[in-house]
């Protein structure tokens, strides 16, 4: 439901978030309990619960932001590659149910796993 969904509240501004980017149809914003520094969430404006839900464009868009923000925060944190990740039903591992992209800066030997 949108009313309840966290990522629409995060995107309506009525809870507070670190956005690192805005356009008309995306909203990335740190990860509040971040797997490496720099985890960022890339979100569509629109309310959509799972990745095949949304439309063509809105997917395009979607995946156009994080092409283009990937590279910009793995530069910004110093690392050294990343993993891009979307969680789709409980089983899968998704917890908020508003589709969303994970972009997590890796660096060498982290020993993070996602
Ligand atoms: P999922 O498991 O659904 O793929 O990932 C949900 C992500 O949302 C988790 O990594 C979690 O830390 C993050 N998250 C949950 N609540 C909030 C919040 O209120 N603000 C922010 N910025 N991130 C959140
Ligand atoms: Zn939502």
Known sequence: ??????FCKIIRGEIPSVKIY??????????IYPINPGHT???PKRHVEYLHELKDDEAAALINAV??????IVE???ADGYNVVTNNGRAAGQVIFHV???IVPRFEDDKCRF
């Open 1 to 6: 439901m949108t009313g309840d969904c966290i």
């Open 22 to 31: 805005e356009d008309e149809n995306v909203v990335a914003f740190l990860d």
């Open 41 to 43: 969430l890339v979100v």
């Open 67 to 72: 092409k283009k923000l990937a590279p910009r």
């Open 76 to 78: 910004a944190m110093g």
């Open 100 to 102: 969303h992209f994970h």
